[in-house]
């Protein structure tokens, strides 16, 4: 299995006033080259599944199995170095540096592991290509379209060519056309062999036929049909 947890739960603020269980004894396994969603209301807990799928900490209890390795009580540092060449996430408001261009923002990712600038161009042009972005890579980020931004957010998603994909409402800001066109092109990565985890409760997503399993999460539980 890709994706594994066993038993987990998150607390945020543990032992203080506000502290809060996100996730309560999750048991969730996901396979290589599948497209799940996460889907559940506010506050139900997706965004915290997601980072710890995601690798942005481990679990207060219970085992987490990402890729092969096993998050609970990594080393922050270890943390930081599995999730880059595992994870690539796609934000809801595509957190894209607007004073940055195309190019800066896809190749971004790179820059801790010391990527030469000429290198991280080879990288980025088949991508830029793939999405239909190359006329824009020196454009500023800020001067392109909401339908460009997507592609550039995506791409900088796959700089790594990282096998596990994670968007957390990817269509929240986007009209019926661009999230068809998301759809479109997760499903397109898939078919080129990379897991998706998508959460939102958007019916465009939630129920599209290319979706191979829908995940409820309610309370921070989750419920697998
Ligand atoms: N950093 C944090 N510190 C404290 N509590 C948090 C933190 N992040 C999330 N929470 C709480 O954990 C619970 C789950 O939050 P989470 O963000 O995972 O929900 P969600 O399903 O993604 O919601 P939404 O649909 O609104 O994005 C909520 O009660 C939330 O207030
Ligand atoms: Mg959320």
Redo the contacts with the bound molecule.
Sequence with gaps: MLIELESVT?I??QGRA?E????DRVDLTIRENTMVC?K????????????IIGCVFPPTDGRAAIAGKQLSRMPDRFLTIHRRQTIGFIF?QFNILPNLTVLDNITLPLLPLGISPKERRLRAMPLMEKLAITHRENFLAGQISGGELQRVAIARALINNQPIILA??PTAHLDTRLSQQFMATMADLKAGGKTIVI?S?DPLITDDSRIDQVIG?KD?RVNVP
């Design positions: 998150k945020y603020n506000n809060v269980k996100a996730l996460l559940g209301a506010s506050g139900s807990g997706k965004s915290t599944l997601l980072s809801q957390d409402e959460a409760h999460v921070g």
